[in-house]
């Protein structure tokens, strides 16, 4: 999933791979900070190709619902 999101920035805003690449590290590193643990685990878990707990439905319904 990493590579994916890298490449879609990369494409959307003609930015080179490598800098893409910082771009989605320092904003998946904000969402993991900022997030609730839970959800930062999700995270985690899709962006290294993982399907996660496959809870994050029913964690963001528990956060926001």
């Known amino acids: 999933m990493?590579?994916?999101l890298v490449k879609?920035?990369?494409q959307k805003t003609g930015l080179?791979?490598?800098i893409a690449t910082t771009?989605?590290?320092t904003v998946r590193s904000y969402?993991?900070?900022k997030l609730p643990a839970?959800?930062?685990a999700e995270i985690d878990a899709l962006m290294s190709g993982s399907s996660g707990s496959g809870d994050i439905g029913k964690t963001l319904g528990g956060i926001f619902g």
Request: net charge negative; no cysteine.
């Open 38 to 40: 839970p959800i930062a």
């Open 31 to 33: 969402l993991k900070e």
């Open 16 to 18: 080179s791979q490598e």
């Open 23 to 25: 771009a989605v590290d």
């Open 2 to 4: 990493k590579d994916e």
């Open 8 to 10: 879609l920035v990369a």
